[in-house]
């Protein structure tokens, strides 16, 4: 017996899901055989349709095949995510200091005492968020 391996779909194909599936009346088997997959994902995306289509909205990265996973600062992190949409739509440049500033004072209100603005949680905001193009100034040990 040959069994198939395991693929993982792209945001933009888990979308073409949903848009087969409700827009052109595809069967499941149909959407099966178009992408050539096992019928669980297309029944796991068709179940998460309102999650992949609000992640597919709002993200930058729609190539990611994984949903992000939440942080432990998650409420911090969308707040600092918010503000720094709201500067750069201003046509101001934020740098990492910036940001970093930001986040321990969103903390200081949170009362989040344990958290730190590190450079590691600079770099994984960068990553997170698809921030390419930011002055980063980054304390490096030489």
Aim: a positive charge; proline letters at 1%; glycine letters at 2%.
């Amino acid at each position: 017996m040959v069994t198939k391996t395991r693929v993982v779909l792209d945001l933009n194909t888990r979308v073409k899901v949903i848009l087969a599936s409700e827009r052109d009346k595809l069967s499941v088997k149909q959407i099966m055989k178009m992408l050539n997959v096992c019928k669980t994902p297309v029944y796991d995306i068709l179940k998460k349709k309102t999650e992949i289509l609000m992640l597919w909205e709002n993200c930058v990265n729609r190539k990611i095949k994984r949903e992000l996973k939440k942080t432990a600062n998650e409420d911090i992190n969308e707040m600092v995510w918010e503000w720094f949409f709201s500067v750069r739509v201003k046509n101001c440049h934020g740098s990492g200091p910036m940001v970093q500033e930001y986040a321990e004072n969103v903390a200081k209100k949170l009362v989040k005492t344990e958290f730190k603005a590190s450079n590691r949680q600079l770099e994984s905001f960068h990553e997170r968020h698809q921030i390419f193009l930011m002055n980063f100034v980054v304390n490096q040990v030489m």
